[in-house]
């Protein structure tokens, strides 16, 4: 498998509130689907590709999620005293990431198939993207509701419209995090802007994705594992 040039930051700073209960006392990332953390998942398929640097960004129950990810190598930027978005999360991150690409990942879903990060580096052409997002077909997205985020043109393309989900994986360049004038914001402020210049590209995931943001997803996700 291809190594990673660049630096991951894996996102667990939300307060999981779809999840009821499950999270009155641990974060969202916390939560075991098939016995294990669902971070620790994600974490697996980031680590097969090696990346040079692993950071999470923690808010909601930070100190127990740093505590789990201590030994595991990953370095925590805690958000503070307010969360910040994804665009605004990453943002806060990059004295640790550094200022070139970046690979984010979400840490509530599940993927069967190819490794997403491993199909993005072979995707990835920086001379014409200035992000590449992992997308699953909707038939394939498993707890997904809706016709999709994206239509994905047969060069990579990608416009709002429905046939395919955005599966919470990506490679991006982060210079235009710097324009922006909010604190906290979400990745789609600038996902936008390069959309109007024909630079926000997707690949589609070759297997099954599961959206593990509610509590029906931890079955399903179970069952879909078990069926691999």
Known sequence: MRHCPFPVLMFAAGFGTRMGTLTADRPKPLIEVAGRALIDHTLELVTQVKPPRIAANLHYRAPQLAAHLAPRGVTPVVEDPDILETGGGLRNALPVLGDGPVITTNTDAIWTGPN?????????????????????????????????????????????????????????????????????????????????????????????????????????????????
């Open 116 to 228: 997403p990060l491993a199909a993005l580096l072979e995707a990835w052409r920086p001379d014409v993207m200035d992000a590449l997002l992992m997308c699953v077909p909707v038939a394939q997205a498993q707890e997904h509701s809706g016709d999709g985020d994206f239509t994905l043109a047969a060069d990579g393309r990608l416009r709002r419209g429905p046939g395919v989900v955005y599966g919470g994986i990506q490679i991006m360049k982060t210079d235009r995090l710097q324009a922006v004038a909010a604190r906290a914001f979400s990745l789609n402020v600038v996902w936008d802007e390069m959309l109007a210049d024909g630079r926000l590209y997707g690949v589609a995931h070759d297997g099954k994705w599961c959206d593990v943001g509610h509590p029906g997803g931890i079955g399903t996700a179970e069952r879909m594992i078990a069926d691999v």
